[in-house]
């Protein structure tokens, strides 16, 4: 019997579990759970040994509990994107080695592809787990953020009125982040029942005693936030699942189970060093430390590891089955229901007449309850969630609120939490907008949004308050760098709009196609732009296409390249330069700073002049990015960049600019410079 078969032995034994359909574990099988926890041990320690790395503390005291979550939870291979299946979030991503075991045991994948491919280059196995290994649903790693994701799954699926459950397992080390209490409140608040949060409770984290690295009260914390904390022993299987059983079929408040584990649990010699939260056996080790397994002599010799030739040998005989799993994910219930955004109804009923002044911010409000009214049918609740951290009226997404307060979450001031139950709604096939100021949902929140970023989310987030236009608030809340911060995360796309109409027409754009979008808004009422004719430059058949800029003014003698609440200050000053240097300048809007109009920009560079002016930190803005694409494609033209130079103060959005020399008088001065230099 090889060890596959013997798994398959045992799970057909254990099957009458699922769905905790029996009241306990019977007694005669509880052999079966622990000869299953001995070979998932065996394969954890063989599973590190031949990649050499990887953390086998917490993964052995999980294993158990992994062991009876996917055996008993309404999940399994033929399940995995099921939109009413159970859902398991790792937060602890180093336990991923008991992760793929337990999957690789119930055949969600191959096991053996799991073991020799681990942490193998391009092996979807990597150090902490990853979603494209059927099975799971978030690429975990960063600690403390799981409970947040957890908290945005039960929401939409409560929302959705399925009655699944969402089980985050966590480290113990983990609750020292304030991620968690805010993901705790949150949970309390929107009364998730169909949330439970799992704790291995081994004492140990990275660097030794949790008590001695950080005190920390975890159930205390748990119960005052109104959450059931159960106690239970992680490696007993029958007491674990009349627990897990217990709070399984519970409705009525967010559930906590904290389980007394053991770090390195089933290697005598290693129990309770922490040393081992991130360190594997040697081969030597590792041989020794097998033979002291009670295995089961038909399959102790798949447990044999030879020398590092042979494993490397090994390795490259399992070839990875990723074109199948991506084939079968394009056949999963969530692929042919397709995405949300494309049937999104974004109808326009308003267009803003030229030179009438008002905010970007305040558009999109207005758009925002459009986008509602327009997408509401036979009086049910529009597909969209908006999520905000106290500052509705500042971002202006209080009249949706007042309009469909059932899609409108506020989180109050815990953006770290919403960013990534924001993520985790997205792909729940829900609209989802998160609004902010800047400063908040940008440069707080970068490490929540780049790991829903890599977890393909589709959010869409709204950040007003941006550029030291915000003015009095002083250097604080200026938020200079939301270019260079989002442009780090791969699949991101940045849309700033240049007045209120072209507001409308980008939110609709991005509320119809998926993906993670920033529109970055400004805060002041601006002029709406208009053409030469003085009608609206971004009118009822303008037509918003990602990557492709505007010429608001055309002009052979030079061009000012600019993008949002700056567009409408360029052309002023394209106009002063006409009148009193018979300068023709042209004004070129480009609104997505991340995908460039070639052929936009090879016309500008043809002009000879171009001057790149933008609130926003000039080493790291659109003009960097200009300057680096010009050098590369060879563009023969003079080239200048007008940005911030230093931390802005309190003063009107006037007095910023010229505080940091980038008022429309010294734009035009700067030009009239360049033109002259460019002509020596």
Same mark, same amino acid.
């Given at each position: 019997?090889?060890? #596959?078969?013997?798994?398959?032995?045992?799970?057909?034994?254990?099957?009458?579990?699922?769905?905790?359909?029996?009241?306990?574990?019977?007694?005669?099988?509880?052999?079966?759970?622990?000869?299953?926890?001995?070979?998932?041990?065996?394969?954890?320690?063989?599973?590190?040994?031949?990649?050499?790395?990887?953390?086998?503390?917490?993964?052995?005291?999980? !294993?158990?509990?992994?062991?009876?979550?996917?055996?008993?939870?309404?999940?399994?291979?033929?399940?995995?994107?099921?939109?009413?299946?159970?859902?398991?979030?790792?937060?602890?991503?180093?336990?991923?080695?008991?992760?793929?075991?337990?999957?690789?045991?119930?055949?969600?994948?191959?096991?053996?592809?799991?073991?020799?491919?681990?942490?193998?280059?391009?092996?979807?196995?990597?150090?902490?787990?990853?979603?494209?290994?059927?099975?799971?649903?978030? &690429?975990?790693?960063?600690? %403390?953020?799981?409970?947040?994701?957890?908290?945005?799954?039960?929401?939409?699926?409560?929302?959705? +009125?399925?009655?699944?459950?969402?089980?985050?397992?966590?480290?113990?080390?983990?609750?020292?982040?304030?991620? !968690?209490?805010?993901? !705790?409140?949150?949970?309390?608040?929107?009364?998730?029942?169909?949330?439970?949060?799992?704790?291995?409770?081994?004492?140990?984290?990275?660097?030794?005693?949790?008590?001695?690295?950080?005190?920390?009260?975890?159930?205390?914390?748990?119960?005052? %936030?109104?959450?059931?904390?159960?106690?239970?022993?992680?490696?007993?299987?029958?007491?674990?699942?009349?627990?897990?059983?217990?709070?399984?079929?519970? /409705?009525?408040?967010?559930?906590? *189970?904290?389980?007394?584990?053991?770090? &390195?649990?089933?290697?005598?010699?290693?129990?309770?060093?922490?040393?081992?939260?991130?360190?594997?056996?040697?081969?030597?080790?590792?041989?020794?430390?097998?033979?002291?397994?009670?295995? +089961?002599?038909?399959?102790?010799?798949?447990?044999?590891?030879?020398?590092?030739?042979?494993?490397?040998?090994? /390795?490259?005989?399992?070839?990875? /089955?990723?074109?199948?799993?991506?084939?079968?994910?394009?056949?999963?219930?969530?692929?042919?229901?397709?995405?949300?955004?494309?049937?999104? +109804?974004?109808? *326009?009923?308003?267009?803003?007449?030229?030179?009438?002044?008002?905010?970007?911010?305040?558009?999109?409000?207005?758009?925002?309850?459009?986008?509602?009214?327009?997408?509401?049918?036979?009086?049910?609740?529009?597909?969209?969630?908006?999520?905000?951290?106290?500052?509705?009226?500042?971002?202006?997404?209080?009249?949706? +609120?007042?309009?469909?307060?059932?899609?409108?979450?506020?989180?109050?001031?815990?953006?770290?939490?919403?960013?990534?139950?924001?993520?985790?709604?997205?792909?729940?096939?829900?609209?989802?907008?998160?609004?902010?100021?800047?400063?908040?949902?940008?440069?707080?929140?970068?490490?929540?949004?780049?790991?829903?970023?890599?977890?393909?989310?589709?959010?869409?987030?709204?950040?007003?308050?941006?550029?030291?236009?915000?003015?009095?608030?002083?250097?604080?809340?200026? &938020? !200079?760098?939301?270019?260079?911060?989002?442009?780090?995360?791969?699949?991101?796309?940045?849309?700033?709009?240049?007045?209120?109409?072209?507001?409308?027409?980008?939110?609709?754009?991005?509320?119809?196609?998926?993906?993670?979008?920033?529109?970055?808004?400004?805060?002041?009422?601006?002029?709406?732009?208009?053409? #030469?004719?003085?009608?609206?430059?971004?009118?009822?058949?303008?037509?918003?296409?990602?990557?492709?800029?505007?010429?608001?003014?055309?002009?052979?003698?030079?061009?000012?390249?600019?993008?949002?609440?700056? *567009?409408?200050?360029?052309?002023?000053?394209?106009?002063?330069?006409?009148?009193?240097?018979?300068?023709?300048?042209?004004?070129?809007?480009?609104?997505?700073?991340?995908?460039?109009?070639?052929?936009?920009?090879?016309?500008?560079?043809?002009?000879?002049?171009?001057?790149?002016?933008?609130?926003?930190?000039?080493?790291?803005?659109? %003009?960097?990015?200009?300057?680096?694409?010009?050098?590369?494609?060879?563009?023969? &033209?003079?080239?200048?960049?007008?940005?911030?130079?230093?931390?802005?103060?309190?003063?009107?959005?006037?007095?910023?600019?010229?505080?940091?020399?980038?008022?429309?008088?010294?734009?035009?001065?700067?030009?009239?410079?360049?033109?002259?230099?460019?002509?020596?």
């Amino acid at each position: 019997m090889t060890r #596959k078969e013997k798994y398959s032995q045992l799970i057909k034994e254990l099957k009458k579990y699922k769905n905790f359909s029996r009241e306990k574990i019977e007694k005669e099988d509880l052999k079966y759970f622990e000869e299953l926890s001995i070979l998932a041990r065996a394969d954890i320690l063989k599973m590190t040994t031949i990649s050499r790395s990887g953390h086998i503390g917490g993964a052995l005291s999980t !294993i158990d509990l992994y062991l009876l979550l996917w055996l008993c939870l309404n999940v399994n291979k033929e399940r995995v994107n099921d939109p009413e299946r159970d859902i398991v979030i790792i937060s602890n991503g180093h336990t991923s080695t008991a992760v793929y075991i337990a999957l690789g045991i119930y055949e969600f994948f191959d096991i053996n592809d799991a073991i020799y491919n681990f942490r193998l280059a391009d092996s979807i196995f990597e150090g902490h787990p990853g979603s494209r290994v059927p099975g799971v649903e978030w &690429c975990s790693g960063n600690l %403390g953020q799981g409970l947040s994701v957890g908290c945005g799954y039960a929401y939409a699926l409560k929302k959705k +009125n399925f009655h699944n459950k969402v089980f985050v397992v966590m480290g113990d080390g983990e609750q020292q982040k304030g991620q !968690i209490s805010e993901a !705790i409140r949150f949970a309390n608040k929107f009364n998730l029942g169909n949330l439970v949060s799992f704790i291995d409770y081994n004492h140990l984290q990275a660097s030794g005693d949790i008590s001695n690295i950080m005190p920390n009260n975890i159930a205390m914390n748990y119960k005052n %936030g109104n959450w059931e904390v159960t106690y239970t022993d992680g490696h007993n299987f029958e007491e674990l699942y009349k627990v897990l059983r217990e709070v399984y079929l519970k /409705r009525d408040k967010p559930q906590c *189970i904290i389980a007394k584990t053991i770090m &390195c649990k089933g290697i005598k010699s290693l129990e309770g060093k922490y040393e081992y939260h991130g360190k594997c056996l040697s081969i030597e080790q590792y041989n020794k430390v097998i033979k002291k397994f009670k295995l +089961n002599p038909d399959v102790s010799d798949e447990y044999i590891v030879d020398d590092i030739k042979t494993i490397d040998t090994k /390795r490259k005989e399992y070839k990875l /089955r990723q074109e199948k799993i991506q084939e079968e994910k394009k056949n999963s219930i969530e692929y042919k229901k397709g995405k949300i955004e494309g049937k999104i +109804n974004t109808d *326009i009923q308003e267009i803003y007449p030229a030179g009438q002044l008002i905010s970007n911010r305040n558009a999109f409000g207005n758009t925002l309850l459009q986008l509602g009214n327009n997408n509401t049918k036979d009086g049910q609740d529009p597909p969209i969630i908006v999520m905000d951290c106290d500052l509705s009226t500042s971002v202006r997404t209080d009249k949706f +609120n007042k309009r469909f307060p059932d899609c409108f979450i506020q989180g109050g001031i815990a953006e770290h939490n919403i960013a990534n139950v924001a993520g985790a709604i997205s792909k729940n096939n829900f609209l989802t907008f998160f609004a902010g100021f800047g400063v908040f949902g940008i440069d707080e929140i970068y490490n929540q949004m780049r790991l829903n970023d890599i977890n393909n989310t589709s959010i869409k987030l709204v950040c007003t308050h941006n550029g030291v236009e915000v003015g009095e608030d002083g250097k604080t809340h200026q &938020c !200079i760098d939301y270019i260079s911060l989002i442009s780090n995360l791969f699949n991101f796309k940045i849309v700033i709009p240049a007045d209120a109409n072209q507001t409308t027409h980008i939110t609709n754009y991005i509320a119809s196609n998926h993906g993670n979008f920033l529109m970055v808004l400004n805060r002041s009422k601006i002029p709406v732009i208009s053409n #030469k004719s003085g009608e609206t430059f971004f009118g009822e058949n303008y037509d918003f296409s990602y990557g492709s800029a505007d010429w608001v003014r055309n002009g052979k003698d030079g061009t000012i390249i600019s993008y949002g609440h700056m *567009i409408y200050r360029a052309v002023e000053a394209s106009e002063i330069l006409k009148k009193e240097n018979s300068y023709d300048i042209g004004v070129l809007n480009i609104s997505c700073p991340l995908a460039l109009d070639d052929e936009k920009i090879f016309k500008a560079s043809e002009t000879g002049t171009i001057l790149v002016y933008e609130d926003h930190n000039i080493r790291t803005g659109l %003009g960097t990015i200009l300057g680096s694409y010009i050098t590369e494609n060879n563009l023969n &033209c003079s080239f200048q960049k007008m940005g911030i130079r230093k931390y802005g103060i309190s003063g009107s959005p006037d007095y910023q600019y010229n505080y940091q020399e980038i008022n429309i008088p010294h734009l035009v001065g700067e030009f009239i410079n360049l033109k002259n230099n460019s002509n020596q």
